[in-house]
C-alpha cells in the first residue's frame, strides 16, 4: 500500500496542487489511507468526515485542473481498494467493517464530486470509441445507488463497442445493482462465454455480487455447468 513519510497536511497540500502527476495521486492515496484506515480497526474511531472531505477537495481540483489530462483525472478516481485497507489495518481485521466503512467513503467522494464525475464520463465516453478509463467516473458514481447513474451504465455496456467494455459497465452493476446485473450477465453469457476464458469471467463476475444469495447463486451455477 502507499504510505509517504509526509504529514497529513502535506499530503492533501501535495494532492490539491502538487503539478507532478504521481506525486499528486501517492499523496492523494497516502491521505486516504490515513484518514479511514484507523477508522477500519477493531473498536476504531468513528470516521474522520471532515478530513475526509479535504480529500474530496484535493480531488475536486484534479478533477478541474486543466494541466492533467482525462486519463489522469480517471486514474486518481480509483480509492483504494479492500486490500489496502486490511494491510494497513494489519490485524484483528473485521471484514465486514472494513466494507462498510469503504462503501461510505465511496459514497461520500462520490457525492461531493458527482457533477464533476459526469462531466468526466461525458469527455471520455465518445459514440463510437473506446477509452478504457471512462468507467472510472461510473464506477464512483455508482456507488451513489442512483437509478439514473445505473440507467447510464446499463447505456454504456449496451453501446460498448468490444467485449472489455462491456464487462467493465458488467463488473460496475454487479458490484452495485444486483438486480439490474440480471439481465446483462444473461446477455454477456449469451454472446460472449463460448471460449473458456471468457466463460471464467463470466462465472466471476456472477460470483462477485454480494449479497444473502451469493452462495446458492454460485452452487447453482457450478451445478448447471
Not at 504510505?3 to 497529513?8: E, G, I
Not at 464525475?117 to 461525458?122: C, D, E, F
Request: with cysteine; net charge negative.
Amino acid at each position: 500500500t502507499v504510505q509517504t513519510q509526509a504529514t497529513l497536511e502535506e499530503d492533501l497540500h501535495r494532492a490539491r496542487l502538487d503539478g507532478d502527476p504521481f506525486n499528486r495521486w501517492e499523496s492523494l492515496q497516502s491521505a486516504i489511507l490515513n484518514i479511514v484506515s484507523p477508522s477500519m480497526a477493531l473498536d476504531g474511531p468513528e470516521l474522520d468526515v471532515d478530513n475526509l472531505e479535504q480529500v474530496a477537495v484535493a480531488l475536486s481540483q484534479t478533477l478541474d485542473s486543466q494541466d492533467m489530462s482525462p486519463s489522469f483525472k480517471a486514474l486518481s478516481l480509483r480509492l483504494p481498494g479492500y486490500q489496502d485497507y486490511a494491510q494497513r489495518v494489519g490485524v484483528n481485521i473485521d471484514p465486514d467493517r472494513i466494507k462498510r466503512i469503504k462503501h461510505e467513503v465511496d459514497r461520500l467522494v462520490a457525492d461531493k464530486l458527482r457533477g464533476q464525475l459526469v462531466t468526466l464520463y461525458s469527455s471520455l465516453h465518445l459514440p463510437g470509441t473506446y477509452e478504457p478509463d471512462a468507467t472510472q467516473s461510473l464506477a464512483m458514481l455508482a456507488t451513489l445507488d442512483d437509478k439514473q447513474i445505473f440507467e447510464m451504465v446499463d447505456a454504456h455496456y449496451r453501446d460498448a463497442q468490444n467485449m472489455t467494455d462491456r464487462q467493465a459497465a458488467l463488473s460496475i452493476m454487479c458490484a452495485n445493482a444486483p438486480a439490474q446485473a440480471e439481465a446483462l450477465l444473461d446477455h454477456f453469457k449469451e454472446n460472449y462465454a463460448e471460449p473458456m476464458t471468457v466463460f471464467d469471467k463470466w462465472l466471476s463476475l456472477s460470483a462477485s455480487i454480494d449479497d444473502d444469495r451469493t452462495l446458492d447463486r454460485v452452487q447453482s451455477l457450478m451445478a448447471d455447468e
